[in-house]
């Protein structure tokens, strides 16, 4: 009884999703297996689209044209490798990108 009542449970350290102890079936265990693979993979993609919007965002802001049209080829580029995977829309209107 005595060690039931020195073990102590940190409440903020709770996980939320244990992916190891959900499937049962080994096709599952692989589909989880990739989905944090493809997970990682969006993460990394997510975040040359934030950069290069930032980027673009601080040129036009600071009123350097010249800077700010010889990126934007890259920018474009970006973008397009960015939304032919899905993250993002092909068609976006430009106004969302000066938020």
């Known amino acids: 009884m005595s060690k039931i009542n020195n073990y102590l449970v940190d409440q903020y350290y709770i996980e939320s999703y244990t992916n190891a102890r959900m499937a049962n079936l ?6 989880i297996r ?3 693979r493809q997970n990682a993979v969006n993460r990394l993609r997510k975040g040359r689209f934030k950069r290069a919007l930032k980027k673009m965002n601080s040129l036009v802001e600071s009123k350097r ?7 934007l080829p890259k920018f474009n580029s970006e973008l397009m490798k960015i939304a032919k995977t899905g993250l993002i829309k092909k068609k976006m209107h430009p106004g969302m990108f000066l938020e």
């Open 26 to 31: 080994k096709s599952a265990i692989k589909r």
């Open 34 to 36: 990739k989905i944090q």
């Open 65 to 71: 044209k010249k800077e700010a049209l010889e990126f």
